[in-house]
């Protein structure tokens, strides 16, 4: 077995992965600081924060022979024999000279600026840093810039990381980032009337570790130390990437990239980060209503349940036929739970698939793995990256239900006609969506084809307006589920929001008319009835699954046991907040 030597400890080197210093002494708990290095993008060294001495020894003899010099981490791989000192006298003074120089020309701003609590300088600047600094010189003081319709760069800040221009270069391949001038005079800055306007923009903000990349639409609006983070997914495109939902009061403030390397590895779309807006959308519904006479008007939440009920039983104890349209907005929970309910009040009733908007094509970025790499680059594994036209969360996972249920999946406009044909005496619509779906004159066409109809939805839309009962349901943000992306990965979300005033999330609204006792329901408990009844999603047995998720009709994961399931890199920048709690020294400036 390879293994490598670590500040005197042996350890084994996991089988058949590829790791730089950096990585591997993370995997055993030891932290080699760094600014410039990212495991997705190519290896410059430029920071010298993760210098550290490095050694080998030799397998027949036991002899160590160090390199007399300080090497970086991020360019020295694991491997056999491989021996890494990071915290000797000598590693430990150079760290502290680089942090000095590293703050020379840096501002001490921290009061107003929007990275302080989760700035990479406070944090080392504490741990590896010194108090005191010996420059007496002028210092440069360079510009505050705009270089994106919705970025911010602070120059003075800059510690040349310059890990948002290969970003530009690697990942996007538009290159608008580039530096400019040389030496102290260096500085990052665009191509003069070229903004940074690709549809990947915001992640150059994730990527700066000290502040001088800034979201304008984030801006002196938080302070990220009252920010609560949730594991959420985003719901914009049917990529389903891993996002962090943070919010304060009752508000969402913005949404950033969670690492899963099977699905967005760390980036995100901007139009899937600015998408949280919809979640404080004032517009929402904020009460259930129900037609009295020809008038619709609020009610109280039991009325509007008791109504809708009453009348989809007695439209099915007289015959009629009942329509169900279940969005692909909804979690696979809330679909299996309405599929259940109309098929529980009728077997003959007709479930159909929602509306799936589709807009323009797929848009691929697919890293350059050879620009900028030089010497043994192999613990780089960058992936590509989808924005999909299918702009919806879970069109696999409601087919998934539809199919067990009825055996077949009806699109939307397939039912349309048969509504307009005056097939159906009964239409239970919900849709979710962030967008309107239809105009009026469609919405009129559908109600003028059936005689009841209820809507279960988030905005007053023309259809809601000509409901006979409209039920108010949760956002995205409001309710925990699982959905299934385009490539059928199964991945759960939590809720980030409690449910606003005069709404319920759609899980407890299907309980309630499909009389289901026992008070809220747990999607987790949903989940697992609903893996043990459809093969389709074994794999979520227990209601339970992995961290990246699963791929549908895979076998159940086994569940990690303490100590044997190895620790993701998760870059220091791209970590949830209860992971950053864990770095040494980082506590007292959080």
């Known amino acids: 077995m390879a293994t490598i030597l670590i500040n005197g400890q042996e350890y084994p080197l996991p089988e058949g992965e590829k790791l730089n210093a950096i990585q591997a002494a993370q995997r ?19 920071c010298r924060m993760c210098e550290i001495e490095v050694g080998s020894k030799d397998p027949k003899t036991g002899e160590i022979r160090m390199v007399p010099k300080l090497v970086p981490g991020c360019q020295t791989p694991a491997k056999d024999g491989t021996v890494l000192v990071t915290d000797s006298p000598k590693v430990v003074e150079h760290q502290r000279m680089i942090m000095e120089l590293l703050l020379l020309n840096h501002p001490l701003d921290c009061p107003v600026c929007d990275q302080a ?12 840093g010194q108090a005191v600094h010996r420059f ?36 996007t391949h538009t290159g608008e980032l580039q530096v400019i001038s040389r030496g102290s005079h260096a500085e990052i800055d665009i191509f003069p009337g070229h903004p940074v306007a690709n549809a990947l923009a915001g992640n150059v903000v994730d990527l700066c570790p000290v502040g001088a990349l800034l979201d304008k639409d984030f801006l002196h609006k938080q302070r990220v130390w009252f920010l609560s983070k949730h594991d959420g997914v985003c719901t914009r495109c049917s990529t389903g990437c891993n996002i962090s939902s943070e919010e304060n009061r009752g508000e969402i403030w913005r949404f950033k990239p969670r690492n899963n390397p099977l699905v967005n590895d760390y980036w995100i779309c901007d139009e899937g980060r600015y998408s949280y807006k919809s979640a404080n959308d004032p517009s929402l519904l904020t009460a ?47 679909a299996y739970l309405l599929a259940g309910y109309i098929k529980g009040l009728s077997p003959d009733a ?24 030089n010497g043994d680059t192999s613990f780089l594994d ?36 048969r509504i307009a044909a005056g097939e159906f005496k009964a239409l239970y619509y919900t849709s979710g969506s962030p967008d309107l779906w239809a105009d009026e ?28 009962v409209v039920l108010a349901s949760a956002t995205f943000a409001e309710k925990a589920g699982s959905y299934v992306n385009a490539d059928g990965r199964l991945q759960y979300a939590e809720a980030a929001l409690p449910p606003r005033d005069g709404s319920l999330p759609d899980l407890d609204i299907l309980a309630i008319l499909g009389g289901r006792s026992g008070g809220p329901v747990e999607s987790s408990a949903v989940l697992a009835e609903l893996a043990a009844k459809i093969p389709a999603f074994g794999v979520a047995a227990g209601g339970k699954l992995p961290t990246y998720g699963a791929l549908l009709g895979d076998a159940p994961a086994p569940l990690p046991t303490n100590g044997d399931a ?25």
């Open 566 to 590: 190895p620790t993701p890199f998760i870059d220091a920048w791209s970590k949830t907040r209860a992971q950053i709690g864990t770095r040494s020294g980082a506590g007292a400036t959080r």
């Open 288 to 334: 259930m209503y129900a037609r009295i006479g020809n008038e619709l008007g609020p009610v109280l939440t039991d009325q509007a349940l008791k109504s809708a009920g009453q009348e989809l039983t007695k439209v099915a104890s007289e015959g009629g036929k009942i329509a169900a349209v279940i969005s692909p907005f909804l979690t696979v929970e809330e």
């Open 136 to 171: 007496v010189e002028e210092r440069v003081v360079n510009p505050r810039k705009e270089v994106a319709e919705t970025i911010q760069l602070n120059a003075d800040r800059c510690i040349m990381c310059t890990r948002c221009v290969r970003f530009t270069r690697e990942i």
């Open 350 to 373: 007709v479930l159909a698939l929602g509306a799936v908007p589709v807009v323009g094509e797929d848009q691929t970025f697919t890293p350059d793995k050879v620009k900028g790499r």
């Open 441 to 468: 004159e469609a919405a009129r066409s559908l109600r003028s084809g059936v005689s009841y109809l209820v809507v279960q939805d988030t905005l007053v839309t023309p259809l809601a307006q000509l409901a006979d």
């Open 382 to 417: 960058p992936k590509p990256f989808t924005i999909h036209a299918e702009k919806c969360p879970n069109r696999k996972g409601v087919e998934a239900v539809l199919a067990h249920f009825q055996g077949e999946v009806i699109d939307f406009n397939a039912l349309t006609g």
């Open 28 to 46: 055993i708990g030891v932290e080699i600081p760094y600014y410039c290095w990212h495991p997705s993008l190519s290896v410059v060294a430029n």
């Open 117 to 128: 609590g989760e700035c990479g300088l406070q944090d080392y600047s504490y741990s590896n």
